[in-house]
C-alpha cells in the first residue's frame, strides 16, 4: 500500500517525480488521468494526493480536490498548476479545499517541495491512524462553502480555457 | 578653328599686378559652386529659359557606350560672337542687370523665342552655371544656331584639358566648327543641343541612403522631382515653359517619364492658407488672406470651406503679430498648405513633390529655400521652442512663395546662389514670411488639436487591440512553456543527486556537480523569462514618479544583469510623475534593458547599461544607453516601430517593436537616437502636458 499518489496527465513528468522519489527510496503511485486516479485512491487509500489543476477525464480540478477530500477527510492534498494565476491560488488556499498549493513555475524548489511532501506522507503513513486529526478534518469539512467552491472553479476553469483558444 | 586665341600675357602689367588664373579653375568653379549633379542639369535648363524656349528635352541615353544626356531646346540660340562672350567668360553674364547695354541689347532676336525671351525675366545671372557641365561628363558638345536657315555652330570641350595645373585658363584652346547636319535630333530645327558624353554617373541607379518621405529613390526619380520644384509651382504665375524627361533606362518601372506634371498637393491638402502682401496706390503695405477648408475638414469642424482671415495694413498688425512694419523687400504672395505626408509606401503614387515651403522668383525655383533641411521659415525653430509640441511638424507643412525680380528687387541672390544675399531686406522678408505663417498657425491651430487627439486615440486604440493579442499570445506560450521546464527541473534535481553519488569516481563527480550548477542557473534564467511572459500586466494608467518606475525596471532585470556581469546604474536627474500604463510601461522598459544587457560586445570590454531619466520641455525622457557593439544598418533617429525592417545583430528585433507599440498604446514615443560599435542610445519620451490634457478619457479596459 503506497502512501502518495501523483496524478498528472503529463506522462514525462509524472516519471520524472516518480524516478526522483524512487531514488529518494519513497513509494508513489503515480496515475495519469483521474478516473485511474481515483481507481487507486480508493484501492491504495493513500495519505497524500498530489493533483495537476487540470486532468483529463474529470470535471473541475477543484470539485474533483473536494471530492477526494469528502471521501477521506484527513487526507491531505496537494494541488500542482502551471496556468492558474497566484491570486486565484491564494483563494483556494484560502477556501480549505486543498492543504497546500504549488506552482510550477520555480521548477526546483516545487520539485524538492513535493519530494518533502511525499517523504512526509511515507513516514506518517508507517504510524497509527491520528483519529483527533481525523475528526478535526471532519469538522473543517463541514464548514467548506460548496457554493463557493464552485464559483471559484467556473472562474479558474474560464480563464484557463481562454488561454487554449 | 578656336573659339580662343592662346595668349602669353604675363602675370604683371606696366601698372601693377594681374591674376592669370590656372586652367584647373574652371575644373573647382564647376565642382564647388554646383555641389549637386542635379543642379547641373538644372542649369542648362535655366539657359533654355533664359534663351526664351518653350521646351526643353533632356534625354539620357544610357544603353549605349559611351553613356550621354541631351539637352535640347528650341530657344534664340546663339550666334559665335554671343557664344564667345556667354559662355566663354566665366563670371560674366550678357543676363546680368549690370551687362553692358550694348550687349543687352543684342539680346532678343526679333522671332517668337526672341519675344519669349524678352518677356522674361533671366532665372541665372551669374555666368558660372556652364562650368557645372564638367560634374556631368567627360566630355560636351554644344550645337547652337538662331534659325533653321543657318549653319550649326559646333563648339567641342574635353573638360581633361583643363586638368593641366601649368597651363593658364587662356592658353587652352576650344576647338569649333559650322555644321549642317548634327547627331541629335532637335526641337524645330533650331536653338540649343548640348551633348554630354560619358556620363560620370549612373544615372539609371539607386539613390545611396533611405529617401525621406515622399521622396524617389531613383536618381531620374529625384531629378524628376527637382525639375517639378523648379519649375511648376503649384500657384501662378504660370509660365510658356514645358521640361520632357526621358531615358533609355531606368532603375524603377514607376519612374515618371515624359513632361513635368504640377503637384496635386494643392487640391488634396485638408488646409490651404493663401496671403497677398503688396502695396496699395497709396504706398500703403497691406495683407490680404485667405483659408481654403478641405470639403471634409469644414464638415467635420462645421466650418467655411473659403474663410477670409482678418489682415489690414502692415503697420497696423505689426506689433499684434510680431512682425516689420515696413516692407522694403517689395510685394510677395504665398500659399502654405498643412497636409500630412501620405504612407511611405503611398508616396510617389500621391505626388512627386516633397513637403517643405519654397520661394520662386518670377516663377523659377531660389535655391535652397525650403529644401532638404532648410528651415526658413522657422517650423523646426517653432518646433524646438514649444518642446516638440508644435502642431504644424515640419514634415506637414507644404507650400510656396512668389517674388518677382521686378517688383523685389532688393531681395538678390549669394554669387554662389545658395539663398538670398543676407542682409536687412531679406531679414525683413524672412520676418513676414514668419509672421504668416505664424497667422496660418493660429488659425488651424485649435483644428489640428483636435485632429491630432483623435489621431493619437486611433493609433493608441489600435495598439492597445494589437497588445491585448500579443499579450495573450505569449502568455499562452509562456504557459506552455512551464510544463517541460518543471520537467527539466525535476531532471536536474536527479542529476544534483548523482553528482553526490560516492560511487562515482571524485574528478567525473566534480565535473558533473559543475556542469548540474551551470544548468541549473540557465533552467532557472529560462523560468525567470516565462515566469515575466506569464503574467498579465494591466491595462490601467497609473500615477507613478519615473525614480519608482525605473527602480522596478532595474530590480526585474537583476538576475540577468548579475549572470552577465552587466552594471547597470540609474541616473534621474529630474523624478516627475508620469500617468502611464505602469505595469506594461515597465516591461517594455525592462525589455529594452534585457536587449541592452545582452547586446554582444567587443572581447575585453565591460558590460554596462545606463538609465537616465530627465525632463525635456513637457516631455519625461528615459535614455537607455548600452556600450554594446550596436544594431547593424539601423540609421540614428530610428523609431522602434521601424526597426523591424533592418537587419539587427544577433538581437531579435521583434521585442523592440513590441516595445513601441506599448510606448505608443502609453501615448510616447520611442527611438533608437544613435547606435554605433561604441553602443547603443534608445530613448523613450512620455508627453506628461499631452496625457494631462487626456488623462480623463483613459479607463482601464477602454
New interface residues.
Given amino acids: 500500500m503506497a502512501s502518495a499518489l501523483l496524478i498528472d496527465d503529463?506522462r514525462?513528468?509524472v516519471e520524472?517525480?516518480r524516478?526522483?522519489a524512487a531514488?529518494e527510496g519513497l513509494d508513489l503511485d503515480v496515475a495519469t488521468s483521474w478516473d485511474e486516479g481515483l481507481a487507486l485512491f480508493q484501492t491504495r487509500a493513500p495519505d497524500l494526493v498530489i493533483a495537476d489543476y487540470r486532468l483529463p477525464g474529470s470535471r473541475h480540478g477543484l470539485r474533483l480536490l473536494l471530492a477526494v477530500k469528502q471521501l477521506r477527510p484527513a487526507i491531505r492534498v496537494v494541488l500542482i498548476s502551471?496556468?492558474v494565476?497566484p491570486e486565484e491560488l491564494a483563494k483556494v488556499e484560502e477556501l480549505g479545499i486543498v492543504d497546500r498549493v504549488m506552482s510550477?513555475?520555480?521548477?526546483?524548489e516545487?520539485?524538492?517541495s513535493l519530494?518533502d511532501e511525499i517523504k512526509d506522507a511515507n513516514s506518517k503513513h508507517l504510524q497509527p491512524t491520528d483519529w483527533p486529526q481525523v475528526a478535526q478534518s471532519l469538522v473543517e469539512r463541514l464548514k467548506l462553502d460548496q457554493k463557493k467552491v464552485d464559483e471559484l472553479d467556473d472562474r479558474m476553469k474560464a480563464n484557463v480555457d481562454k488561454?487554449?483558444r | 578653328m578656336t573659339a580662343t586665341k592662346a595668349t602669353s600675357r604675363k602675370p604683371t602689367d606696366a601698372n601693377g599686378l594681374v591674376f592669370r588664373p590656372s586652367a584647373r579653375l574652371q575644373r573647382y568653379l564647376g565642382r564647388e559652386m554646383i555641389s549637386d549633379p542635379n543642379l547641373a542639369v538644372i542649369e542648362f535648363v535655366k539657359n533654355a529659359y533664359d534663351a526664351g524656349a518653350s521646351r526643353v528635352d533632356l534625354r539620357f541615353v544610357l544603353t549605349e557606350e559611351p553613356s550621354r544626356l541631351v539637352i535640347a531646346d528650341d530657344g534664340v540660340g546663339m550666334s559665335f560672337a554671343s557664344f564667345a562672350e556667354n559662355w566663354m567668360q566665366p563670371g560674366f553674364s550678357a543676363k546680368s542687370d549690370e551687362a553692358p547695354e550694348r550687349i543687352k541689347r543684342r539680346r532678343a532676336p526679333d522671332n517668337e523665342s526672341g519675344r519669349r525671351m524678352a518677356s522674361r525675366l533671366p532665372v541665372g545671372e551669374k555666368g558660372l552655371g556652364r562650368l557645372a557641365a564638367g560634374r556631368l561628363g567627360a566630355k560636351m558638345d554644344v550645337y547652337t544656331r538662331s534659325a533653321a536657315s543657318q549653319p550649326w555652330l559646333h563648339v567641342y570641350l574635353a573638360w581633361d584639358m583643363f586638368d593641366d595645373m601649368t597651363k593658364h585658363m587662356d592658353e587652352i584652346v576650344i576647338p569649333y566648327e559650322y555644321v549642317t547636319d548634327i547627331p541629335e535630333p532637335t526641337l524645330d530645327g533650331k536653338g540649343t543641343v548640348v551633348t554630354v558624353t560619358d556620363l560620370a554617373l549612373d544615372w539609371s541607379g539607386k539613390m545611396v541612403g533611405r529617401p525621406a518621405v515622399g521622396r524617389s529613390r531613383t536618381r531620374l526619380g529625384r531629378l524628376r522631382e527637382d525639375l517639378n520644384l523648379l519649375l511648376r509651382p503649384m500657384v501662378q504665375p504660370k509660365i510658356d515653359f514645358t521640361v520632357r524627361l526621358d531615358s533609355d533606362a531606368i532603375a524603377d518601372e514607376e519612374d515618371p517619364r515624359g513632361e513635368i506634371t504640377p503637384s496635386t498637393a494643392i487640391e488634396t491638402a485638408p488646409y490651404r492658407y493663401e496671403f497677398d502682401v503688396r502695396v496699395n496706390e497709396d504706398g500703403v503695405a497691406t495683407v490680404e488672406r485667405t483659408l481654403r477648408r478641405s470639403a471634409a475638414i469644414a464638415r467635420q469642424f462645421r466650418k467655411p470651406k473659403i474663410q477670409e482671415v482678418t489682415g489690414g495694413a502692415i503697420e497696423a498688425i505689426a506689433r499684434s503679430e510680431e512682425r516689420p512694419s515696413t516692407l522694403r523687400s517689395g510685394p510677395f504672395k504665398g500659399i502654405f498648405l498643412y497636409s500630412p505626408p501620405p504612407a511611405r509606401h503611398r508616396a510617389r503614387a500621391v505626388d512627386v513633390v516633397g513637403h517643405g515651403v519654397l520661394l520662386y522668383r518670377d516663377g523659377v525655383l531660389v535655391e535652397p529655400y525650403g529644401l532638404g533641411e532648410n528651415d526658413w521659415v522657422g517650423v523646426e525653430a517653432r518646433k524646438a521652442s514649444r518642446q516638440g509640441h508644435a502642431l504644424i511638424q515640419p514634415d506637414t507643412l507644404w507650400g510656396e512663395v512668389h517674388i518677382s525680380r521686378a517688383t523685389n528687387p532688393l531681395l538678390r541672390d549669394m554669387a554662389n546662389r545658395q539663398g538670398l544675399l543676407d542682409d536687412e531686406t531679406s531679414e525683413e522678408f524672412l520676418s513676414h514670411i514668419r509672421a504668416e505663417f505664424s497667422v496660418f498657425e493660429g488659425v488651424v491651430g485649435p483644428e489640428l488639436e483636435q485632429r491630432w487627439i483623435q489621431e493619437e486615440d486611433r493609433v493608441s486604440s489600435a495598439a492597445r487591440d494589437q497588445l491585448r493579442a500579443v499579450t495573450?499570445r505569449t502568455?499562452?506560450f509562456a504557459?506552455h512553456l512551464?510544463?517541460p521546464?518543471?520537467?527539466?527541473?525535476?531532471?536536474?534535481?536527479?542529476l544534483r543527486?548523482l553528482a553526490n553519488d560516492k560511487a562515482i569516481p571524485p574528478v567525473q563527480r566534480d565535473r558533473l556537480k559543475e556542469i548540474t550548477a551551470r544548468l541549473?542557473q540557465f533552467?532557472?534564467r529560462a523560468?525567470g523569462l516565462?515566469?515575466r511572459y506569464?503574467?498579465?500586466p494591466s491595462f490601467d494608467y497609473e500615477k507613478v514618479f519615473v525614480r519608482k518606475l525605473l527602480r522596478d525596471v532595474r530590480a526585474q532585470t537583476t538576475d540577468l544583469a548579475s549572470l552577465n556581469g552587466t552594471r547597470v546604474s540609474l541616473d534621474i536627474r529630474n523624478d516627475r510623475a508620469l500617468l502611464i500604463p505602469r505595469e506594461f510601461v515597465e516591461d517594455a522598459l525592462a525589455e529594452l534593458v534585457i536587449n541592452a544587457i545582452e547586446a554582444p560586445r567587443p572581447e575585453g570590454r565591460k558590460p554596462s547599461v545606463t538609465l537616465i531619466a530627465d525632463k525635456r520641455g513637457a516631455e519625461i525622457v528615459i535614455q537607455v544607453i548600452d556600450n554594446g557593439g550596436g544594431l547593424e544598418g539601423v540609421p540614428p533617429q530610428t523609431s522602434l516601430g521601424e526597426v523591424s525592417v533592418a537587419p539587427t545583430k544577433d538581437r531579435p528585433a521583434d521585442g523592440l517593436v513590441q516595445v513601441w507599440d506599448i510606448v505608443t498604446f502609453a501615448r510616447g514615443r520611442a527611438e533608437i537616437v544613435s547606435t554605433s560599435e561604441s553602443g547603443t542610445l534608445i530613448e523613450v519620451r512620455f508627453p506628461y502636458q499631452a496625457l494631462r490634457l487626456r488623462k480623463s478619457s483613459h479607463r482601464s479596459g477602454r
Avoid: P, W
Avoid at chain 2, 521546464?485 to 536527479?494: A, D, K, T, W, Y
Fill in positions: 503529463d514525462e513528468l520524472t517525480i524516478s526522483n531514488e502551471g496556468e494565476n510550477k513555475g520555480s521548477a526546483i516545487t520539485m524538492e519530494l488561454k487554449d | 495573450l502568455k499562452t504557459h512551464r510544463q521546464l518543471f520537467g527539466i527541473g525535476g531532471e536536474l534535481i536527479r543527486r541549473i533552467q532557472q523560468e516565462v515566469n506569464a503574467k498579465s
